[in-house]
């Protein structure tokens, strides 16, 4: 790429996209156009009813190498157009939206799986590859990728790195953090580096890798990351119980991690959950019980881990059963999308962290929210790291705008959150901070660490080139 011009005489998007047309035609960058449009959203924050989808989205990039992002960077800091990097948008947390004023660059095109080492225990993949196409990979080889967000079909690696996603399998094998060895990152000044080891251990100088991990692309782009595998276990099985009320369920969740057992999934479906997924399904949960806790176990002794769950579980009032293979698939499928939202009523989505000891008393909060707005609440949890996922309903009047929602589902939700942080816990478990929750997480962080989170930003992209508004 040639050298910048020692004067810069137009600014924006426009420049940007004329100098790529006149220095760098190779690279495949879309004006904003109407059919740009759905990357100004995504999956948390895109139009539920149709608003707004005739407006021009931003300008979109699709790099098929770290060395055009490099180009694609040093041209937008030269312009200074903000840059937002994109996976595969499946965010809930409007952490890839974008104005038509920005740069998206996609890393659609960046989807290459490049080392699998079974030797080593790691894989090197490009940040585009959906998480389910490396598990595809690894299958035959008898591995697998840990972290397993419900969205991995759609979702990809680098997106997943950006969010420090978490998923059902992190109840025993942790979230991405646990798995990301290493990554090359495109920084604000368009340098690609190299931080963290191909090795299991490492501690050479700051824990670059952690910082990145979960940054929601305000730091640098990643363009490959080197991702821990591990071996298939030799067995798994699924295990239902059922309880005869939600407390009850909540409260048994406490015996599971007083037993020796670490099940590799713990979900949790509370009594209304349970009625929404029946009723989209015809799936007949209810006639088994008012709430369920999902469990898979996995590795060596399946026999001895059933039994010992299963005492457990029964001496807190559970009708526990291990399901047969074709009845724990549709089980696993109801629990990663049976919950189908929106039909009749306006929503609005959660995500709290708290600390395992504490599932309960969320739960056990529940009516009292009800009762204070007005509004329906019910909540799915990864139960296993104390991860919940509440959605705060209200049928939506005959002749009322579906697309407006009332703020009093919001001032609920809120209060969740508020109700999550009185008990040691975290306004985000997995989903991030992105636009949606910027107020909040400037509740959970005290002023002094809200600073050293901007000196660290600003060091790193001292323009404020990447994804601006987001996160911090
Ligand atoms: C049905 C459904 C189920 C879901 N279940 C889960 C779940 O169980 N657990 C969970 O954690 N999340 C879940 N999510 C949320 C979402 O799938 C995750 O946050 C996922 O990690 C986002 O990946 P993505 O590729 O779609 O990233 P995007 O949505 O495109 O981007 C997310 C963030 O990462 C940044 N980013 C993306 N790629 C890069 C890159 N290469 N370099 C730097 N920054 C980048 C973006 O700027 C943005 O801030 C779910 C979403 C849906 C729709």
């Known amino acids: ?11 924006g998007l426009s420049a940007l996209l004329e100098a790529v047309a006149a220095e760098a035609p190779h690279l495949d960058v879309r004006a ?3 059919a740009t449009a759905p990357f100004a959203w995504d999956a948390g924050t895109a139009p539920r009813h149709g608003e707004g989808v005739e407006v021009d989205g931003p300008a979109v990039a699709f790099p098929t190498t770290a060395l055009e992002v490099q180009q694609l960077v040093r041209l937008a800091a030269r312009y200074g157009v903000s840059v937002v990097p994109r996976g595969a948008g499946s965010g809930l947390s409007g952490g890839a939206t974008a104005t038509r004023d920005q740069l998206v660059v996609s890393t659609d095109r960046l989807d290459r ?3 699998v080492s079974p030797a080593d225990e790691i894989a090197v993949v490009e940040p585009g590859v959906l998480n389910a196409a490396l598990n595809e990979h690894l299958a035959p080889l008898g591995l697998f990728y840990a972290p397993d967000p419900a969205s ?3 979702s990809t690696i680098g997106g997943n790195i950006a969010t420090n996603a978490g998923g059902l399998r992190c109840a025993k094998y942790g979230v ?14 368009g340098s690609l580096v190299s931080i963290g080891h191909r090795s299991i251990k490492g501690v050479t100088g700051l824990d670059l890798v952690s910082l990145f991990v979960g940054s929601e692309g305000v730091l ?4 490959a990351a080197t991702v821990r595998i591990r071996p298939l276990p030799v067995a798994r099985r699924t295990v239902t119980a059922f309880f005869a009320s939600t407390a009850a369920g909540a409260a048994a969740i406490g015996a599971i991690t007083a037993s020796r057992v670490r099940p590799s999934v713990i979900e949790f479906l509370d009594e209304p959950t349970l009625d929404g997924i029946d009723a989209a399904n015809d799936s007949g949960l209810r006639t088994r019980g008012a709430a369920l806790l999902l469990i898979e176990l996995d590795g060596f002794g399946i026999e001895e881990q059933t039994a010992e769950l299963t005492t457990a579980l029964e001496a807190v009032g559970a009708r526990v059963a291990v399901e047969s293979e074709a009845d724990a698939e549709t089980l696993w499928e109801l629990r990663r999308s049976g919950r189908r939202l929106g039909d009749g009523s306006w929503f609005v989505g959660g995500d709290v962290a708290v600390p395992k000891s504490r599932i309960a008393d969320v739960f056990a909060g529940f009516p009292a929210l009800e009762a204070r707005y007005g509004v329906a609440v019910s909540a799915v949890a990864h139960a296993g790291d104390g991860n919940l996922h509440p959605v ?4 939506i009047p005959a002749g009322a705008d579906p697309a407006t929602v009332p703020a009093v589902l919001h001032d609920a939700a809120d209060d969740l959150v508020r109700a999550a942080l009185s008990v040691g816990g975290t306004v985000s478990g997995e989903h991030g901070i992105g636009t949606v929750k910027r107020d909040l997480a400037a509740e959970e962080l005290i002023e002094r660490v809200r600073i050293a989170q901007l000196a660290i930003k600003h060091a790193l992209d001292p323009a404020g080139l990447f994804n601006p508004g987001k996160a911090l």
């Open 32 to 34: 904003p156009s109407a």
């Open 392 to 395: 705060i309903t209200l049928p």
């Open 152 to 154: 991995w079909r759609i």
């Open 220 to 223: 640098g782009i990643v363009v």
């Open 113 to 115: 799986i490049v080392e």
């Open 1 to 11: 790429m040639s050298a910048p011009p020692a004067t810069v005489l137009r600014t």
């Open 176 to 189: 991405t953090r646990e798995s990301v060895l290493a990554l090359d990152v495109v920084l604000a000044d």
